[in-house]
């Protein structure tokens, strides 16, 4: 397919060693010598993207939101450059979280959390892992410096560091990786800077106002920081609602017990009709 380009000087066909890792274990096992003797200064990593496990308009939206926010066009990819050239600090630049179809806005840790803190110790890295929302290259596609990937790059990975197929969907030693590249770059002292075509902003700006308004609606009126704050107090309502029910059920309780069991199926009808709310 690239054979006979005009800007493509070099070709290098690598045939991973086991079916173990996907993308993780081809990048870090079968390319590293390529990334650790300095040749290159700067990488756009791509893959297949396949997702079997979703249904292919699904899987086509998030491998959209990889290709056309790392390659967008001939401009915007010199942009890119431009940009790595102008600002040394930046180590990894990747698409914003895919959140079109996909339930990741504030859950992206997924189950991985625990085996991304385990290599975190593993490759000693002086870093903070985000609580909710880490900043990743989700989909495992991105631009990046090698050398602010070095540690990743250096460390022994042995294929049966990887899962075997059937490839589970989380909890992997390449879903934890995914989830740490960035901070092997904050580690190495890059940044990561987050890239997004003009005409995937505006579909992604259009979705996340949808999806504001929808959980808006469904807070008491006020803005952010007000439905905010009370989001962070609503398990103390819970649990003082809780309390406060279960009092006047022992007060009635205690002054007539005819009374309590006369009132017992609305005490239960009202429980059922809390525990749905919140």
């Known amino acids: 397919y690239v054979a006979g380009r005009k800007n493509v000087g070099n070709i290098i066909v690598r045939v991973v060693a086991q079916n173990r890792g996907r993308d993780m274990s081809a990048l870090f096992i079968s390319c590293r010598d390529l990334f650790l003797d300095d040749r290159y200064g700067l990488v756009c990593r791509l893959h297949s993207k396949k997702t ?6 699904r899987g086509g939206v998030f491998k959209r939101h ?28 990747a698409p914003p979280v895919i959140q079109i179809s996909f339930g990741t806005m504030g859950h992206i840790w997924a189950g991985n ?11 000693k890295l002086n870093v903070h892992l985000d609580r909710d929302t880490p900043i990743g290259t989700f989909g495992s596609m991105f631009w990046f410096r090698p050398k602010a990937l070095r540690k990743l790059f250096e460390h022994p990975w042995k294929w049966t560091d990887f899962e075997p197929e059937p490839y589970p969907l989380n909890g992997t030693l390449g879903h934890a990786i995914e989830r740490l590249i960035c901070y092997a770059a904050q580690d190495a002292h890059f940044t990561t800077q987050q890239i997004l075509c003009t005409h995937l902003a505006n579909w992604n700006f259009s979705v996340l106002e949808y999806k504001l308004q929808k959980l808006s609606a469904a807070l008491p009126n006020g803005d952010f920081c007000h439905q ?17 029910t279960m009092a006047i059920g022992r007060s009635v309780n205690h002054r007539s ?12 009808a009202i429980r059922k009709l809390w525990r749905s709310i919140v």
């Open 52 to 57: 079997p496990h979703l249904a292919a308009g």
């Open 66 to 93: 990889m290709f056309e926010n790392l390659l967008n066009s001939p401009g915007y990819t010199a942009n890119v450059m431009d940009m790595f050239h102008d600002k040394p600090w930046i180590g990894i630049a």
């Open 113 to 123: 959390r625990a085996k991304t803190e385990e290599l975190v110790g593993l490759l």
């Open 228 to 244: 905010a704050d009370m989001q962070k107090r609503a398990p103390l309502l819970r649990a003082a609602v809780g309390d406060f």
């Open 257 to 268: 017990s005819f009374v309590a069991w006369l009132l017992r199926p609305v005490y239960r």
